[in-house]
């Protein structure tokens, strides 16, 4: 099932026919010859299969690093793919010549994902700090040069370059003066202009593909032989306020989530919870719609979601729609309470207010960029020492995402105590059912949870508690 798509890749202008659930990745090594870009895991995790995607956005091109191993050919018409072949020429570029100078690369396999993500990161940011110019990188995987060599040589490209120019037009040039992007980039606004980018489709026309991050590992096979219709073709997903309400909609990507000014205002740890969540090859694809759908047990947004009381509404090819409780969306394994001819469209969560504290929490095999063993969150409203209202949420500890009810019925009205907590701890574990897999016994998660329920109020009010009684 192919379909014509027209793409600038690097600077040639390419029209291809070619199946849109087709990894980005075989395109470029097998029909282009490409082989910057390599292929390892083929599952989003390494960052050896990197590039930039640049998307023209109100006149500007807007670019992000991505996975390409599991990025869709349907999410590429109309945009700017740049691999490794189309940042360098004859000598070595601003990024490359730093990592030469520290010999931060060994036998190289890895070295053009690290190329294109920190091209990402200079393009994207208009100050240029170490701590955030190496989380930039952190979806790359390094096997053999040791990651000392590379962070050295990320501390000097952010010395010699410290700020860019404030508009766009300048940050450009300054980019192409210090050899950072070549200067073909500056003709790339325009060229994406002429291109005919397809319509919007009607989303019920096929699969609605967000990112498409979890579908290209789970079933890239089948995908292929189906009717594909892709969010990424819609506007870009928004966060909006309205009234006593923040309103996300479904396309909405975990990075713009973390950006936006909104969650930021109500959300001051959002940093520190977005690192436990993917890496920015994923976080800047994957959607928040797409998250929930996909009913994973351990979906890190999903269980944030549901802390927070969210509802989540749900459009029919008709445009009739309803609202249903994220609570209330999953009524088995896998097993959701949507139609066949329904979208989700948009998530609503009551906007915090008052005493207001939130926290994340997560345990994995790795700290960063890992499948959960289980995870929880917690949305609390205090006044002083008692808890008035209070949502709390954990994953992988039953076949759905898991709010606690019961554990929530208790603490609402209770005040904030370590008999309180502990007791708090029991009653969330006897409120689910684990089971034994790689990621642990049923009997480890059910005790990880109840440690994990301490966690959240020892972080959020330590002025309360006993860390030595709890734990």
Known sequence: METQITFILNEETIKAKVNPAKALLDFLRKEKKMTGPKEVCKEGDCGACAVLIGELKNGTVHYKSVASCIYPMGNVEGKHVVTIEGLTDKELNFIQYHFAKEEAAQCGFCTPGYISSLTSY?????????????????????????????KRAVVNMVNDVKQSPPTVKEKLDFLVEKKIVPEYFKEIPQRLGMIASKKRQDLNSGLPIGGGSDLLVQAPEKLKEKDLSFFAKTDKGYVEEREDEIVLSGETTFEEFGESSIIRKYFSNIDETLKLIASPLIRDVATIAGNIVNASPIGDFTIILLALGSRIVLQNKNNETRNVLLRDFYKGYKNLDISKDEILTEIIFPKPAGNFAFNFEKVSKRTHLDIASVNSAIAIYTNGETIENIGLSAGGVAPVPKYLPETVNYLEGKEINDETISEASEIAQSEVTPISDVRGSAEYKKALLGRLVEAHFLKLFPHLLKAEVLL
Not at 123 to 146: D, V
């Open 122 to 150: 200079f393009l994207k940011n208009s100050e240029y700090k170490e701590e955030t110019a190496i989380a930039a990188i952190s979806g790359n995987i390094c096997r053999c040069t040791g990651y000392a060599s590379i």
